[in-house]
């Protein structure tokens, strides 16, 4: 069964600086991964995608991630934060390319100092 | 492209109550997902359908839960006898069925408190 962990419950980045949120995974298959973002009262809102290809993925709101498979990894980074970017984060595998039901990390807080 | 709404935005009701939730997807959107999110956590998958057959269910959905997709189009998702521990965000997502990665969209949600 897949499995998703991100490390830290919360980030506390300065603005400006550089984001990074860590998501590994756990997977029988190739995966499809996923990140989303969730602003507080509203639904998720989805940054970015990996499916095959290449590895570096560029979402939204200028956001990236690399899919790492010797590492199960997918971070998500963002060179320079913006205080738009307080937000919930959260890290989601799909092992039926993204039509099964996806498994979701448990979330990242990201919080931007002024 | 009006996205996938939810209603009610927000249910209370009393333990022991039946709830019932409506969930619209964006039109044409074959697949619809049902999801739970509690405090903290993030979501947990319920159910899906495509079209109007319920394809795969959560260990999660307990013999209280049930959900529909009557006619392909909108879906509904009961409670009966609603207990404290259902307390939780209720997420609905739709997405079309292609070759290749599905992108699921997600709804406002459902939030619902058991008293």
């Known amino acids: 069964a897949q499995s998703v962990t991100q490390l830290g419950s919360h980030v506390s980045v300065s603005e400006g600086a550089l984001v990074l949120l860590r998501c590994n995974y756990s997977?029988?298959?190739?995966?499809?991964l996923f990140w989303y973002v969730q602003y507080p009262n509203q639904g998720l809102q989805l940054l970015l995608k990996y499916t095959t290809g290449a590895t570096l993925v560029k979402g939204i709101n200028g956001f990236e991630a690399e899919f790492k498979k010797s590492e199960t990894s997918f971070h998500l980074t963002k060179p320079s934060a913006h205080m738009s970017d307080a937000a919930e984060y959260f890290c989601a595998v799909s092992e039926g390319g993204g039509a099964d039901g996806l498994t979701f990390g448990k979330g990242t807080h990201l919080i931007i100092q002024p | 492209d009006t996205g996938v709404s939810q209603d009610p935005r927000h249910k209370i009701t009393k333990r022991g109550q039946n709830v019932t939730f409506r969930c619209d997807p964006i039109s044409e959107h074959n697949r619809l997902y049902w999801y739970r999110q509690t405090l903290g956590q993030g979501p947990e998958f319920l159910t899906y359908f495509q079209n109007e057959a319920q394809l795969e269910k959560s260990r999660l959905l307990s013999d209280r839960f049930s959900a529909e997709r009557p006619k392909g189009s909108f879906s509904t998702l009961e409670i009966q006898r609603t207990e404290q521990g259902d307390s939780a965000m209720y997420l609905c997502?739709?997405?079309?069925?292609?070759?290749?990665?599905?992108?699921?969209?997600f709804g406002p949600g459902t939030r619902l408190t058991v008293l």
């Open positions: 997977s029988s298959v190739p995966p499809y």
């Open positions: 997502a739709s997405s079309l069925a292609l070759l290749g990665a599905d992108t699921q969209y």
